[in-house]
Every structure is written in structure tokens, then in C-alpha cells.
């Protein structure tokens, strides 16, 4: 259940991605513009988490678990109805206040329930729920443009949204008990928060996950226009494309999550980085000399993106696990540098007239900043044991 509701943000993003190129002819809009409804959904994610994630760890997870979803239901259908870019583009942002919810409360709840090693594991087991998101929801999505327009993509979301209500409202527990619940408002939130950022690994994993999205999100923005417009693929390959690149992400966190008892989960996000930074170099070189060819790019792709299947569940596990008694902040912290990140990187992506050379540029510089940050300001102290 909880892997479902940390599926919300790539089905809302994944599910979208085949019908970019057609809601940019029907609603008349620019490549750029069709993106921002992507950045205005991230954004509202990045900045639905800060204010879900403390007050779940005041109120309790349900509550506003159960709020969230409806006005996601809500949203959603909402999409469907658009009659213009900027109107998706606001309800889009809604739709990631709302949805917020959902993402940063499954991680809080892992962490209420599971520390050290099991929380590795745990986290890494969402994925794969998570990460069989990315590989359904483009296929899904491709086949609903064989019978609908762009707009039944977002009616299908609304019953998957109404759908989360109900199985939540029936199987999750709250996992926050009173005596653990700390105190709300405005002030105890901002003391949280400046708590949370004073310690200096934990701000270095921070940076690690926001850095990992960016690369992630250029790549999801990015991937529909250099394979299906540079290369000239079908929406149906590129979902078939998409999927097998998350099936990757899936199957290495997979193996992280068998792994982290035996190997420290920081040596595995640094194994991850080292992967990704490598397809990444890889899309650059071959763009840049004018030589790649589908397989080519589809192959750096898929490095790239299996290597995110170790970073991620495992700089989450550090992260977190610094902070359980306010996991819900931490949780919070850590989603919304995610989501803001990904929302600078997304239209970044798209600058300079190559798909190709655009993504990789930024994959590249997100990637190294990754890096930099797991080196210094997340390194492990003398005599302290890589957890």
C-alpha cells in the first residue's frame, strides 16, 4: 500500500509523458510550455511535502493522507477538462499540492516502522512498486492515445487517485502513536526544519537525492522529444523504451535491497553515482560528435537510470534515519529538494535546440554536484562506521 501511494508522482508524470508532443498541437502550445505543466507539478509536489510532512508528524499520517487523495481525485479530473496550457498548467500545480501527500507519508510511515538495515531495505522495496510505475505507465499511456486524446490520461489518473482513497482508507494504519507526536505550528515547524539543516550529513544527503532527481527529471522531460522527434520513434516504442529503463532502475534497487546487509548502503549510493555519472559522460560524448543512433542512446539511457535504482532507497535510508522522532520534516525536506530540483532541471533540459546534448549537460552537472556533496559534506567521520 505504501508503494502504491509513492507511485503517485511517476504515474502523474509517466503516464503523461507519450501525449507531450499532442497536447502541445491541440492546445496550441510550445515545446516549453508543455514541460512547464511538468515543473508546475513537481513544483507543487517539492512544496505540498514541507507542509504535509511536519504536520503529519503532529496530527498523525492518516488525516492528512486522506485529504490529499481527495483533492488529487479531484484535480485530476479537473486536467481533463482543460481548455488551455495555462489552465493545465495551474491545475497541474494543484494536482502536485495535493498528491504531495501521498509520496512523503509512505516514507514517513517506513520510517516509523523500520531503522537501520530494514529501513534500506524497506525503502528499497517500495521501489519496486515505484519503479513498475514507470515501466506500466508509459505502456498504459501509449495505448490510451490509441483510443482517447491526452485527456482520458487524466480521467484515468482521477480513478486511480479515487482508488488510492478507498484501499487506504481500509488497509493503512496510523503508524505515529500520541506520546511520539510532536507539536504543531508554524514556529515548532521553522525549529524543525533549522534542527534538521544544522546537521551537516544529513544536508549532504539532501543534496544528493535533489541532484539525483534533476538528472532523473531531464531525463523523463527530455526522453520523448530525443527518442520519438530526433529519432523518429512511435509513442508505443518509446513507452516499450521508457518501461525497460525503469525495469532497470527496479532491478538494481533490487539488488541494493539484497545487498545492504553485507555492503554499506553509502557504498552503494556511491556505486550508483559512479554508474550514472558514466551513461551520462557516455549520452554527451556521443552527442556531441554527431554519431548517436537509437540503440546507442537508448542503451547510456538505461545506464543512467538503473544507476538511480541505487542512489535513491538508500540516501533516503541515511537520510531519514538520522531524524525518525520528526521523520515526517526529514521525509519532507528531502521530497522537496527532490521535486524543486527536478522541476529547475526538467525545462533545462529542453534549452539549446538538441534534446540529446540538453539532457545530457545537465544529467552531467546534477550528477557531479551529487558526487561532491556524498564526498564532503556527507562523508563519514573518522572512526564512524558507513551505515
Known amino acids: 500500500m505504501l508503494g502504491g501511494l509513492s507511485a503517485t508522482p511517476p504515474l502523474s508524470t509517466d503516464l503523461y509523458l507519450p501525449a507531450l508532443p499532442q497536447v502541445a498541437d491541440d ?26 510532512g511536519p504536520l503529519s508528524d503532529s496530527v498523525g499520517r492518516r488525516r492528512p493522507l ?137 544536508v549532504g544527503y539532501v543534496i544528493v537525492q535533489a541532484m539525483t532527481f534533476g538528472a532523473l527529471f531531464a531525463y523523463i522531460s527530455g526522453s520523448p522529444f530525443l527518442i520519438q522527434t530526433v529519432h523518429g520513434a512511435s509513442p508505443q516504442l518509446f513507452s516499450v523504451l521508457f518501461g525497460a ?9 533490487q539488488v541494493g535491497g539484497t545487498l545492504v546487509g553485507r555492503v554499506p548502503p553509502r557504498r552503494l549510493v556511491t556505486a550508483g553515482l559512479v554508474m550514472s555519472l558514466c551513461g551520462g559522460a557516455g ?34 535510508a541515511l537520510g531519514i534515519g538520522r531524524h525518525s522522532r520528526t521523520a515526517g520534516g526529514a521525509a519532507a525536506l528531502l521530497g522537496s529538494a527532490q521535486y524543486i530540483a527536478g522541476a529547475l532541471a526538467a525545462p533545462l533540459s529542453g534549452l539549446g535546440g538538441d534534446p540529446a546534448i540538453g539532457m ?19 562523508r563519514e567521520g573518522r572512526g564512524q562506521p558507513s551505515t
Open 245 to 253: 529503463n525503469a525495469l532497470g532502475m527496479v532491478v538494481a534497487s
Open 283 to 316: 549520452l554527451l560524448a556521443a552527442s556531441l560528435v554527431g554519431g548517436q543512433g537509437l540503440a546507442l542512446d537508448s542503451a547510456v539511457l538505461f545506464v543512467i537510470v538503473a544507476g538511480v535504482g541505487l542512489i535513491l532507497p538508500n540516501s533516503m
Open 66 to 202: 486522506m485529504v490529499g487523495l481527495v483533492a488529487f481525485t479531484a484535480a485530476s479530473l479537473l486536467c481533463a477538462g482543460a481548455p488551455s496550457v495555462d489552465a493545465l498548467t495551474a491545475l497541474r500545480l494543484v494536482q502536485g499540492l495535493s498528491g504531495s501527500a501521498g509520496v512523503v507519508i509512505a516514507r514517513a510511515m517506513v520510517s516509523d516502522l523500520y531503522e537501520g538495515p530494514a529501513a534500506a531495505r524497506a525503502y528499497s522495496r517500495l521501489m519496486v512498486v515505484t519503479g513498475l510505475a514507470p515501466v506500466l505507465a508509459p505502456l498504459l499511456g501509449g495505448q490510451i492515445l490509441r483510443f482517447t486524446s491526452w485527456r482520458g490520461i487524466y480521467v484515468v489518473l482521477g480513478i486511480i487517485g479515487a482508488t488510492l482513497l478507498v484501499a487506504s482508507a481500509l488497509v493503512l494504519r496510523e503508524t505515529v502513536p500520541l506520546r511520539r507526536r510532536t507539536a504543531a505550528g508554524p514556529r515548532q515547524v521553522a525549529r524543525s526544519f533549522a534542527r534538521l539543516m544544522r546537521d551537516r550529513r544529513f
Open 27 to 52: 492546445l496550441g502550445a510550445s515545446t516549453p510550455q508543455v514541460q512547464l505543466t511538468l515543473t508546475t507539478y513537481i513544483l507543487g509536489l517539492a512544496f505540498g511535502q514541507l507542509c504535509v
Open 360 to 378: 545530457a549537460v545537465v544529467i552531467v552537472v546534477a550528477l557531479t554536484l551529487a558526487g561532491t556533496a556524498l564526498t564532503t559534506l556527507a
